[in-house]
């Protein structure tokens, strides 16, 4: 049966193939298909190596860090027209039912009774509150 295995390399070759590699602007999976190389077989090699605490060179022109400004951004633009509401919307002095009084956010009608409050009431107000809703009227 014959050996598919490729002739074995020290860790001194290893590392100067890595280094070639990492120096040559290509992607590490496009210099090892260049040089017949298994990529499984060189990410090992990089592994063993590490493990050494040897210092595995980068690749040239990778940043290390993430740039999100190195790539042309799309520029939209938008037009922004003033808001206009429709006339029956425009404060009258007359109708003042229409308008909402939004001082309050939460708003309880029960037995004849209109309760306005807002949500930072206190908790404990609010079920003392609940609580006297619950009981008849004198």
Not at 21 to 31: P, V, Y
Not at 39 to 68: E, H, M, W
Request: aromatic share 4%.
């Amino acid at each position: 049966m014959a050996d598919k295995r490729a002739p074995g390399r020290s860790l001194d070759e290893w590392m100067d193939l890595i280094t070639e590699c990492r120096q040559s602007g290509l992607t590490d999976a496009a210099w090892c298909n260049e040089h017949g190389i298994s990529p499984s077989c060189f990410y090992n090699a990089v592994t063993r190596l590490r493990k050494k605490a040897c210092q595995i060179p980068d690749p040239a022109g990778k940043a290390s860090t993430l740039d999100l400004t190195s790539h042309k951004q799309d520029v939209v633009q938008i037009a922004i027209e003033p808001e206009t509401s429709p006339a029956e919307l425009l404060p009258n002095a007359r109708n003042r039912s229409m308008y909402l009084d939004n001082s309050h956010t939460i708003e309880i009608e029960a037995k004849g009774l209109l309760v306005r409050m807002s949500n930072d009431v206190q908790p404990v107000l609010l079920k003392l509150l609940l609580d006297a809703l619950k009981e008849p009227l004198c």
